[in-house]
């Protein structure tokens, strides 16, 4: 990250004390009560859900202690015989490493290729040993507790499951749409199969929509980018601090054609409006 974009990123956030504020909040959180009633799945009165692209759970958490990291004692064996933390580049092994810069939790590292072609060529039929050949030596690299701090307090402080997979062997938007509808319409329905991110505008019913028919409330936090409708991209912009990337999986046919007043609209179709001067965190709009 440069030093601009990283000024930039505090200015958004609301100034160097987001930082600080971000280990405290966990530090709150961790010290309420939990609100017991019931015992059972009825006492959980809010379900947020954040979903990162682009980072594996090793990359992440590898170092961290007590998970299947890179301690791991049953790693997958390679047909050589070795641990799939041996990935040959053709003529070296490449192990996990961690890259020597500074600051390096605030930069962005190198944009791994992440489609169906090159993820399968990686998986090699369950042989796991086309990785560096498939995506570059950089697959390996990996961050530890000092690059990223706030997501090893939160898996500190609570719960990590170290079995996570990917939905799918592909890019973003097959996996977003696993996300929001359990489905990709892999049997043609709807506009499917979705193997890419061709932002197509698909058609089978949503879990935002099944919460809705059963009354359960929800919201999707986003911001509006160049404006969340076909002129803008579905708020896909080239400025990586505003907008969803064009990414809201949610924003099916359903979404596409909702108007002001349907409940598709208001609580899918709008957000924060950080290019006017708006932060992340202050918008009426996020309540």
């Given at each position: 990250?440069?030093?601009?974009?990283?000024?930039?990123?505090?200015?958004?956030?609301?100034?160097?004390?987001?930082?600080?504020m971000l280990s405290t909040s966990i530090?709150?959180?961790?010290?309420?009560?939990?609100?017991?009633?019931?015992?059972?799945?009825?006492?959980?009165?809010?379900?947020?859900?954040?979903?990162?692209?682009?980072?594996?759970?090793?990359?992440?958490?590898?170092?961290?202690?007590?998970?299947?990291?890179?301690?791991?004692?049953?790693?997958?064996?390679?047909?050589?015989?070795?641990?799939?933390?041996?990935?040959?580049?053709?003529?070296?092994?490449?192990?996990?490493?961690?890259?020597?810069?500074?600051?390096?939790?605030?930069?962005?590292?190198?944009?791994?290729?992440?489609?169906?072609?090159?993820?399968?060529?990686?998986?090699?039929?369950?042989?796991?040993?086309?990785?560096?050949p498939a995506k570059t030596a950089t697959?390996?690299?990996?961050?530890?507790?000092?690059?990223?701090?706030?997501?090893?307090?939160?898996?500190?402080?609570?719960?990590?499951?170290?079995?996570?997979?990917?939905?799918?062997?592909?890019?973003?938007?097959?996996?977003?749409?696993?996300?929001?509808?359990?489905?990709?319409?892999?049997?043609?329905?709807?506009?499917?199969?979705?193997?890419?991110?061709?932002?197509?505008?698909?058609?089978?019913?949503?879990?935002?929509?099944?919460?809705?028919?059963?009354?359960?409330?929800?919201?999707?936090?986003?911001?509006?980018?160049?404006?969340?409708?076909?002129?803008?991209?579905?708020?896909?912009?080239?400025?990586?601090?505003?907008?969803?990337?064009?990414?809201?999986?949610?924003?099916?046919?359903?979404?596409?054609?909702?108007?002001?007043?349907?409940?598709?609209?208001?609580?899918?179709?709008?957000?924060?409006?950080?290019?006017?001067?708006?932060?992340?965190?202050?918008?009426?709009?996020?309540?």
């Amino acid at each position: 990250m440069t030093a601009i974009n990283r000024r930039r990123f505090i200015q958004l956030t609301g100034g160097t004390a987001a930082f600080s504020m971000l280990s405290t909040s966990i530090a709150k959180a961790a010290a309420i009560p939990a609100a017991r009633r019931t015992g059972t799945l009825k006492d959980v009165e809010h379900i947020v859900v954040l979903m990162q692209e682009n980072r594996s759970f090793d990359h992440y958490f590898g170092t961290l202690r007590g998970v299947r990291g890179f301690g791991d004692p049953r790693p997958v064996i390679l047909p050589s015989g070795k641990s799939v933390w041996y990935q040959s580049d053709g003529t070296k092994d490449v192990l996990p490493f961690h890259p020597d810069a500074q600051n390096l939790g605030l930069q962005f590292l190198e944009d791994l290729a992440h489609d169906w072609d090159t993820g399968h060529q990686a998986w090699n039929n369950g042989a796991y040993d086309q990785w560096v050949p498939a995506k570059t030596a950089t697959t390996m690299a990996h961050l530890n507790r000092e690059d990223i701090p706030f997501h090893y307090a939160l898996a500190d402080a609570f719960t990590i499951c170290d079995a996570y997979h990917c939905s799918l062997l592909t890019c973003t938007d097959p996996n977003r749409y696993y996300m929001w509808t359990g489905y990709t319409g892999n049997d043609g329905k709807g506009g499917g199969p979705v193997l890419d991110n061709a932002e197509a505008g698909y058609s089978w019913t949503t879990y935002p929509e099944r919460l809705e028919a059963a009354g359960v409330s929800w919201k999707i936090y986003q911001d509006i980018g160049t404006g969340l409708n076909a002129a803008g991209y579905w708020g896909w912009t080239e400025d990586a601090y505003i907008g969803n990337y064009g990414d809201n999986c949610a924003a099916t046919r359903q979404y596409r054609n909702a108007q002001p007043g349907d409940a598709l609209y208001e609580k899918a179709r709008t957000g924060t409006n950080v290019s006017t001067g708006e932060g992340f965190f202050d918008s009426s709009r996020l309540t």
